[in-house]
C-alpha cells in the first residue's frame, strides 16, 4: 500500500508563478509546502525523501523547454512525473508606488521572464540595467526590499500576487511580448506511476546505439506505425561525448497501461542504447477522442486474431 502524500516542494519563494499554478489543484494545496531556491533544490529534496513531492516549471509556450529541469530529469534524477498542470502566465511590471517608467533604472526578474517580455523592455525600460534572479518571486522580495529602504528606481518582472506580497505597486500589466503565454508545471515524486484515466501522456528518453543515418526515423518510426501521436520531441546532448552526442526526449499521447504504448517502449528497449522511463501520467486540459484510441480496440483486436490461430497449432 502506497502513503498519500504529506509534503511538496515547490520553485519558491512565495508568490511564483509556480505556487500559483500548485495552488489551483485543490488536493496539492492542502499538503505542506516548503518553497525551494532552485528547481535542482527542489528534485533533490523529492530524491532525498525531505519532501514527498516536487511542484517544478518544464516548458513555456513562448521560450520553449525549461532546459535546466528536462535536463535535470533526465541525467540526475530518478524521479516520475505524477501530473501536468497549464498556467496562463501574466508578467507584470512591479515597483515602487508612484514610480513612473523613467525612474526605473535597475529591472530585476528570472531570464526566462525578461526574455518573454523583452520588446517591452526595449521599448519602455531601454535605460534599465537587467539583473538576473532565481526567480521572479524573488526578484520582487528583493525589489520590495530596496523600496522599502527609499530606493524608487527599481522594478521586477513578476506576477500580480506578488505585489502585496513584498509591498510593491503595480506599474504595467500584461507585458509579455505575446499573448496567450502559458507554462506547463509537472508534479515529481519517487516510484509510483499514476493509473491511466484515458487521457494521459507518457514521457521518455532514448539513447542512440549508434549516430547514424536514419537513426531518428527508426525511433519515430516505433509512434507511427501504432498511431500513437507525439505532442514534443526534443534532442539534448548527453553530456557524454563530445558535439552531435544527443538524445531525444519524447512526450507522447498514451499510458504505460496501454497496449499500444506498451508495446512500443518494449520495442524501443529492445532496438536502441537505452530508454529512461520519465513517467505515464494524467494531461492537462479537455480529454479528447484520438487515433490513438481506435489504433487501440483495432491492436486488441489483432491480438485477439493472433491467440485464436494459434490455438489451432498441433503439438
Known amino acids: 500500500m502506497t502513503t498519500a502524500p504529506r509534503t511538496i516542494g515547490y520553485f519558491g519563494p512565495a508568490g511564483t508563478f509556480t ?55 533526465v541525467f540526475d534524477h530518478d524521479l516520475l512525473i505524477q501530473r501536468e498542470v497549464v498556467l496562463n502566465i ?5 515597483g515602487a508606488p508612484g514610480a513612473s517608467l523613467s525612474d526605473i533604472k535597475h529591472l530585476y526578474s528570472i531570464p526566462v521572464a525578461t526574455a518573454q517580455c523583452h520588446a517591452y523592455v526595449r521599448k519602455e525600460l531601454s535605460n534599465a540595467d537587467v539583473h538576473a534572479a532565481n526567480s521572479t518571486a524573488e526578484a520582487a522580495r528583493e525589489v520590495g526590499e530596496k523600496v522599502k529602504s527609499g530606493e524608487t528606481g527599481v522594478a521586477a518582472i513578476a506576477p500580480r500576487v506578488a505585489a502585496d506580497l513584498y509591498g510593491l505597486s503595480v506599474l504595467a500589466s500584461d507585458i509579455a511580448d505575446h499573448a496567450g503565454n502559458q507554462t506547463r508545471f509537472i508534479v515529481v515524486g519517487k516510484g509510483v506511476v499514476p493509473a491511466a484515466t484515458g487521457h494521459d501522456r507518457t514521457g521518455i528518453v532514448v539513447f542512440q546505439r549508434a549516430d547514424e543515418p536514419g537513426s531518428l526515423i527508426s525511433i519515430l518510426q516505433e509512434f507511427a506505425a501504432r ?19 544527443y538524445c531525444f526526449i519524447m512526450y507522447a499521447d498514451g499510458h504505460i497501461e496501454d497496449e499500444l504504448m506498451a508495446d512500443a517502449l518494449r520495442d524501443l528497449h529492445a532496438k536502441q542504447g537505452g530508454v529512461k522511463f520519465l513517467g505515464s501520467y494524467p494531461a492537462a486540459g479537455k480529454h479528447a477522442h484520438t487515433a490513438r484510441e481506435h489504433a487501440d480496440a483495432r491492436w486488441q483486436q489483432a491480438d485477439d486474431w493472433v491467440s485464436e490461430l494459434r490455438t489451432r497449432i498441433r503439438r
Open 227 to 245: 498511431r500513437i501521436n507525439l505532442q514534443q520531441l526534443l534532442s539534448r546532448p548527453t553530456k557524454a561525448g563530445g558535439l552531435g552526442d
Open 90 to 94: 501574466e508578467h507584470c511590471l512591479l
Open 19 to 73: 505556487e500559483q499554478a500548485l495552488l489551483l489543484q485543490a488536493d496539492l494545496g492542502q499538503l505542506v509546502r516548503t518553497p525551494y531556491r532552485t528547481v535542482p533544490d527542489v528534485l533533490d529534496a523529492v530524491e532525498s525523501g525531505d519532501v514527498d513531492l516536487g511542484f517544478v516549471p518544464i516548458e513555456n509556450s513562448i521560450e520553449g523547454t525549461v532546459n535546466f529541469t528536462q535536463d535535470a530529469l
